[in-house]
Nanobody, 122 residues
């Protein structure tokens, strides 16, 4: 049974940092990604990473602040979030696809975690 389990969310002040983790079990994936959904908004792409970690993609809104990485020995993908802003408040979802390609559409991903809440507030 395939599972993706996120952790690391929480309440942080503006300017703070968090590291989200997503542990996969049941199989490995060529591509893993992060999406987020803010209240009242559609789910949006945040970042994706290929198997080797040598190729990544990220949304323009998070470039320079968010970094995606993975540890294949642990079958885990991470999202380092720095300089958090109130507009980063959202539920963050881990996603995975067996195939290649750093896709940005949520319909391109086959497996999803349950989400972890990130709230940025003073």
């Amino acid at each position: 049974q395939v599972q993706l389990v996120e952790s690391g969310g929480g309440l942080v002040q503006p300017g703070g940092s968090l590291r989200l983790s997503c542990a996969a079990s049941g199989r490995t994936f060529s591509t893993m990604g992060w999406f987020r959904q803010a209240p009242g908004k559609e789910r949006e792409f945040v970042a994706a990473i290929n198997w080797s970690g040598g190729s990544t993609a990220s949304a323009d809104s998070v470039k320079g602040r968010f970094t995606i990485s993975r540890d294949n020995a642990k079958n885990t993908v991470y999202l380092q979030i720095n300089n958090l802003k109130p507009e980063d408040t959202a539920v963050y979802y881990c996603a995975a696809r067996p195939g290649l390609g750093l896709y940005r559409g949520d319909y391109d991903y086959d497996y999803w975690g349950q989400g972890t809440q990130v709230t940025v507030s003073s």
